[in-house]
């Protein structure tokens, strides 16, 4: 299981809500990503956390991986970044999109645990 704490949330985090698109990226975020990304941190990282069928877990939200993009796993393991769109997907899926459902947005708060199986 790869294990993630949430260390920042960016200022403009909120207002991605009503989109219910969620960004995540590692503690190197650049300061013009880091306002409307959550920054997270890794306690655990497998080799290929992200599939289809599998979870993602924020706290005690818990979300199925419905589809993801082809580099979504090479992003998140390098640089802790994809964004999570709590929507159905689109038609091409962007290289670093990763769509769960159900399709509400989730709770997150500075220390967070983010788990993905």
Same mark, same amino acid.
């Given at each position: #299981?790869?294990?993630? /704490? /949430? &260390?920042?949330?960016?200022?403009?985090?909120?207002?991605?809500?009503? +989109? $219910?698109?969620?960004?995540?990226?590692?503690?190197?975020? =650049? &300061?013009?990503?880091?306002? #409307? !990304?959550?920054?997270?941190?890794?306690?655990?990282?497998?080799?290929? =956390?992200? &599939?289809?069928?599998?979870?993602?877990?924020?706290? +005690?939200?818990?979300? %199925?991986?419905?589809?993801?993009?082809?580099?979504?796993?090479?992003?998140? $393991?390098?640089?802790?970044?994809? *964004?999570?769109?709590?929507?159905?997907? #689109?038609?091409?899926?962007?290289?670093? @999109? /990763?769509? @769960? !459902?159900?399709?509400?947005?989730? %709770?997150?708060?500075?220390? %967070? /645990?983010? *788990?993905? &199986?």
């Amino acid at each position: #299981m790869t294990k993630s /704490v /949430v &260390k920042e949330i960016g200022v403009l985090v909120p207002t991605f809500k009503e +989109d $219910k698109i969620l960004i995540l990226f590692g503690p190197q975020a =650049p &300061k013009e990503l880091r306002e #409307m !990304a959550v920054i997270h941190e890794f306690e655990n990282l497998e080799e290929e =956390p992200l &599939k289809e069928g599998g979870t993602i877990q924020f706290g +005690d939200e818990s979300f %199925t991986i419905t589809a993801l993009g082809n580099l979504a796993n090479k992003n998140f $393991k390098e640089l802790g970044h994809i *964004s999570i769109y709590f929507q159905e997907p #689109m038609e091409e899926v962007l290289p670093g @999109a /990763v769509f @769960a !459902a159900p399709h509400g947005f989730p %709770t997150i708060n500075e220390g %967070t /645990v983010i *788990s993905v &199986k």
